[in-house]
């Protein structure tokens, strides 16, 4: 008679930052026991994975699913096959959709439509931008709240702006009461503003690429992260800062942490993946990225970052849209959509930055898997392989190598910005909570069944 429903036998499993000749065993949707090499127990299936390795899977704090409103792009359902087939075992999105997830009911309406179509774990940050909702979304059980602070440098819904400082300051006094976490897009929306009209009057064009040089200026950043961590400061608020790129801003970022601020950090792929090749060649698709890679200081600082510790997480900006609707950008990419598909191609990417030495393994599933479920306060339940965690995981075929293209993919708009690209590393296996969701290139999970994150106080 069968023990377990699963083994997982012949590979490496990563475990407090090493990898470990174990077998692994899940029983119903946790991970039941991990043996050592020459014990053998009953089970329904093995799975043989000799050669390769195991590690968590990939928890996404920054996910754009365009779902509701937006549906043309992404909806629950292909956002969450692209995260089974990148390695993503838990994403959780962001309000701004349509309408944008400000009050009780639009976020249980949301939160229903996930639980039918989701096939990966999933949770919902909320607007905060309505101090008096704030209590009321706590308890109805939210992930947690997102803050923009940018409202016009594109279509940012401004409906969720907030970048005065007094009304930052009530929010995050509303939100430190709940001990949910509080994410920020930080950005000094006055000075970018500046920054373009002397561009246009300069006679710069206001497409893609002016875009994306004053999108990533150090100042725009660093001005605005100054603020908010003395808005934290005052309010206590467990402040999680995102699309931190800006060199001076990680030093910022840095030193708060060393005073004991409540300050989690996170980056996305984009600015330390793609380059101003990549944006002369692939253009809008590649945007706002294209400056970041160019500058050695901010590029050397970023990969620091990650060793030292600064970098909390990474979290992947899933933001699809249409290739028709980012071309737009070539005439005037101040009102054009911007942003980019990641979760198909996502692990691979990042494996290949291990494989060529800028960042080890252990790094790796730190920022993608154990600090993400700290920052929810789901770890260990989460982030970790150990016995009695959810058996979230994926297998990666390590040595093997391929090119990244636009053909197979699960995104809904079909393209991304990775194509071309060679990789070393490709996740074969992806499981959920015991579920193979993801095998061999395919999806296999059915919709629902992903479950709702909740936000836990902290």
Same mark, same amino acid.
């Given at each position: 008679?069968?023990?377990y429903?699963?083994?997982?036998?012949?590979?490496?499993?990563?475990?407090?930052?090493?990898?470990?000749?174990?077998?692994?065993?899940?029983?119903?949707?946790?991970?039941?026991?991990?043996?050592?090499?020459?014990?053998?127990?009953?089970a329904?299936?093995?799975?043989?994975?000799?050669?390769?390795?195991?590690?968590?899977?990939?928890?996404?704090?920054?996910?754009?699913?365009?779902?509701?409103?937006?549906?043309?792009?992404?909806?629950f359902?292909?956002?969450?096959?692209?995260?089974?087939?990148?390695?993503?075992?838990?994403?959780?999105?962001?309000?701004?959709?349509?309408?944008?997830?400000?009050?009780?009911?639009?976020?249980?309406?949301?939160?229903?439509?996930?639980?039918?179509?989701?096939?990966?774990?999933?949770?919902?940050?909320?607007?905060?931008v309505?101090?008096?909702?704030?209590?009321?979304?706590?308890?109805?059980?939210?992930?947690?709240?997102?803050?923009?602070?940018?409202?016009?440098?594109?279509?940012?819904?401004?409906?969720?702006?907030l970048?005065?400082?007094?009304?930052?300051?009530?929010?995050?006094?509303?939100?430190?009461?709940?001990?949910?976490?509080?994410?920020?897009?930080?950005?000094?929306?006055?000075?970018?503003?500046?920054?373009?009209?002397?561009?246009?009057?300069?006679?710069?064009?206001?497409?893609?690429?002016?875009?994306?040089?004053?999108?990533t200026?150090?100042?725009?950043?660093?001005?605005?992260?100054?603020?908010?961590?003395?808005?934290?400061?005052?309010?206590?608020?467990?402040?999680?800062?995102?699309?931190?790129?800006?060199?001076?801003?990680?030093?910022?970022?840095?030193?708060?942490?060393?005073?004991?601020?409540?300050?989690?950090?996170?980056?996305?792929?984009?600015?330390?993946?793609?380059?101003?090749?990549?944006? #002369?060649? *692939?253009?809008?698709?590649?945007?706002?990225?294209?400056?970041?890679? @160019?500058? /050695?200081? +901010? $590029?050397?600082? !970023?990969?620091?970052?990650?060793?030292?510790g600064?970098?909390?997480?990474?979290?992947?900006?899933?933001?699809?849209?249409?290739?028709?609707?980012?071309?737009?950008?070539r005439?005037?990419?101040?009102?054009?959509?911007?942003?980019?598909?990641?979760?198909?191609h996502?692990?691979?990417?990042?494996?290949?930055?291990?494989? #060529?030495? *800028?960042?080890?393994?252990?790094?790796?599933?730190?920022?993608?898997? @154990?600090? /993400?479920? +700290? $920052?929810?306060? !789901?770890?260990p339940?989460?982030?970790?392989?150990?016995?009695?965690?959810?058996?979230?995981?994926?297998?990666?075929?390590?040595?093997?190598?391929?090119?990244?293209?636009?053909?197979?993919?699960?995104?809904?708009?079909?393209?991304?910005?990775?194509?071309?690209?060679?990789?070393?590393?490709?996740?074969?296996?992806?499981?959920?909570?015991?579920?193979?969701?993801?095998?061999?290139?395919?999806?296999?999970? @059915?919709?629902?069944?992903?479950?709702?994150?909740?936000?836990v106080?902290?």
């Amino acid at each position: 008679m069968a023990d377990y429903d699963i083994c997982f036998r012949g590979g490496r499993v990563h475990l407090w930052g090493e990898l470990q000749d174990v077998d692994l065993y899940v029983r119903g949707e946790s991970i039941a026991l991990l043996s050592g090499r020459g014990e053998s127990y009953g089970a329904r299936r093995v799975v043989d994975v000799s050669g390769k390795i195991i590690i968590p899977g990939i928890i996404d704090l920054h996910a754009h699913t365009r779902d509701p409103g937006y549906t043309h792009k992404e909806d629950f359902l292909t956002a969450s096959r692209a995260a089974a087939a990148g390695g993503v075992t838990t994403w959780v999105d962001m309000p701004n959709v349509e309408p944008p997830t400000t009050t009780v009911e639009l976020f249980r309406e949301k939160k229903a439509r996930a639980e039918k179509g989701s096939l990966v774990d999933f949770g919902h940050f909320v607007s905060g931008v309505n101090f008096e909702e704030i209590p009321k979304l706590a308890a109805a059980g939210v992930t947690g709240f997102k803050i923009f602070q940018v409202s016009g440098a594109y279509p940012h819904d401004p409906r969720l702006a907030l970048n005065d400082e007094g009304k930052l300051l009530q929010c995050f006094r509303a939100i430190a009461k709940t001990g949910l976490v509080c994410v920020v897009h930080p950005f000094n929306q006055p000075l970018f503003d500046s920054f373009s009209a002397e561009a246009f009057a300069q006679g710069k064009p206001p497409n893609h690429v002016t875009f994306a040089e004053i999108y990533t200026k150090e100042a725009v950043w660093e001005s605005a992260i100054s603020s908010l961590l003395m808005l934290q400061r005052e309010s206590g608020v467990r402040l999680h800062v995102v699309h931190t790129h800006a060199a001076r801003s990680l030093n910022l970022l840095r030193q708060a942490k060393g005073r004991g601020q409540s300050v989690t950090v996170e980056i996305d792929p984009k600015y330390f993946h793609l380059g101003r090749k990549d944006l #002369e060649e *692939k253009g809008p698709q590649v945007c706002p990225a294209g400056f970041v890679l @160019e500058d /050695p200081e +901010r $590029i050397a600082k !970023i990969w620091r970052s990650f060793r030292n510790g600064t970098i909390d997480n990474i979290g992947s900006d899933h933001a699809p849209h249409t290739n028709e609707e980012v071309e737009k950008q070539r005439i005037d990419a101040w009102t054009a959509a911007m942003g980019n598909p990641q979760y198909d191609h996502y692990l691979s990417v990042f494996l290949t930055d291990v494989h #060529e030495g *800028k960042l080890s393994l252990a790094n790796l599933v730190r920022c993608l898997s @154990e600090t /993400p479920a +700290r $920052i929810l306060g !789901i770890f260990p339940r989460k982030g970790i392989l150990l016995p009695g965690s959810d058996a979230d995981l994926v297998v990666v075929d390590w040595e093997r190598e391929r090119v990244l293209s636009n053909k197979g993919l699960f995104t809904k708009v079909q393209w991304s910005p990775y194509a071309g690209w060679k990789v070393q590393g490709v996740p074969v296996l992806t499981m959920v909570r015991g579920k193979i969701v993801a095998e061999d290139g395919k999806v296999t999970g @059915e919709p629902g069944h992903g479950k709702f994150i909740a936000g836990v106080s902290q």
